[in-house]
């Protein structure tokens, strides 16, 4: 590949990239997964630019500290967005919100290792060199360390989303899982042929997942992760017009006493809370269901009736992970909150509107006929 093509084809990726910036920076998305994504924009942005630098300057006797040092930025991005990619998915799909599991602490201690590998490289050359004449020459041994550290973790993150692939719907999981293979059959393609440099192949990448990235700025409620009323809507759409006899189940949860966390401990407690009640219901979601914020303390787990448990089944499920998370002590308390369960029919319930009102009727029934049972609780809402 001529180097003039192969600087043109990064260029015209950086374009592409930078677009996205654009467009994300216009949108003021405040939302963790949205700012990960960008890091992953930004990222890949740093490898474009710094790989058509270093074509720029190859073969130049002059500019042997500059090849150093952008063939050096190569390195350190290539690692930063494979390592930013694995927190996008750890965070997105795998994570609890809150901290990193232990996949995403793993791809930390590769990120860093990997680093430290380029660092030592500028001293000892135990990655690569640039010769008199202005020519990269590869050590081996400490190229291949590189390269087998980076996938890695891209292997340890296809495992981990493997392992949890029953959780994630499958448009999302193909995304994720293509990403780092579409780099390294590029990067395959190098080794068999060198003259092919299609460093560009990870702007592709980012572009299939920047729907991913789009779909959680629209659907996604920031503070718990769950979709919120609009992606409701679309799902319940879809589901009671696609048949005319429609038979979708839900459950509809309500936090108890969120008032009185607020008042007693502040907002930052009452947000944990609200946090908390998401992790549960997204550990007890079936695969296919649309789990939102529906608004305040409300939550709605709601799924086509044909392709998941029966609406008792997900709640027993649910009260079995807010008993996990009250092992741990916190200040305001036990988290506990109220479920209505409904399996819907054309009779009752025959659009949306008459599903989310039988739904939200049946928590507030459940609310009422366990109050008795837990007086001197708060359960203002």
């Not at 290792?113 to 004449?133: P, Y």
């Not at 679309?234 to 189940?249: E, G, K």
Request: contains cysteine; proline residues 3%.
């Amino acid at each position: 590949m001529d180097v003039h093509v192969g600087i043109a084809l990064d260029a015209l990726s950086v374009v592409f990239m930078l677009v996205l910036v654009g467009g994300m920076w216009g949108s003021r998305a405040k939302s963790a997964s949205s700012k990960l994504y960008f890091s992953l924009v930004v990222a890949v942005i740093v490898l474009l630019c710094s790989d058509a630098g270093y074509m720029a300057l190859l073969g130049s006797e002059e500019a042997r500290g500059a090849l150093t040092a952008v063939k050096s930025l190569y390195f350190v991005a290539n690692a930063a967005v494979i390592w930013v990619w694995a927190i996008y998915v750890d965070y997105t799909v795998l994570g609890d919100r809150t901290r990193f599991n232990a996949f995403g602490k793993l791809c930390t201690a590769i990120l860093v290792v990997n680093l430290g590998l380029v660092a030592a490289n500028v001293g000892t050359g135990c990655m690569f060199s640039i010769t008199e004449a202005g020519a990269f020459e590869v050590n081996p041994a400490g190229m291949w360390a590189f390269t087998a550290l980076n996938y890695l973790s891209a292997i340890v993150m296809l495992v981990a989303l493997l392992v949890h692939s029953a959780e994630i719907r499958r448009g999302v999981l193909v995304r994720f899982v293509l990403f780092p293979m579409i780099p390294l059959a590029a990067e395959s393609v190098h080794l068999a042929d060198p003259s092919l440099v299609l460093t560009c192949s990870y702007a592709v990448s980012a572009l299939m997942v920047y729907q991913i990235s789009q779909s959680n700025l629209v659907y996604t409620d920031e503070l718990t992760g769950l979709g919120n009323r609009r992606q409701l809507a679309d799902r319940l759409s879809r589901w009671f017009h696609d048949a005319q006899s429609a038979a979708v189940c839900g459950i509809m949860i309500d936090l108890d006493g969120l008032k009185g966390i607020n008042d007693a401990h502040g907002h930052g407690a009452g947000d944990e809370a609200l946090v908390l009640v998401g992790d549960a219901i997204r550990a007890s979601a079936p695969k296919e269901s649309v789990a939102v914020r529906y608004g305040g303390d409300e939550f709605i787990v709601a799924w086509n009736a044909d392709e998941g448990p029966e609406p008792e089944t997900v709640a027993a499920k649910l009260e079995s992970e807010k008993e996990a998370a009250n092992e741990r002590p916190r200040p305001w308390g036990p988290l506990d909150f109220s479920v209505g369960c409904l399996r819907s029919d054309a009779a009752t319930c025959p659009d949306p509107e008459a599903f989310v009102e039988r739904l939200d009727a049946l928590m507030y029934e459940a609310k009422r006929l366990k109050r008795p049972a837990s007086s001197g609780q708060a359960q203002a809402s």
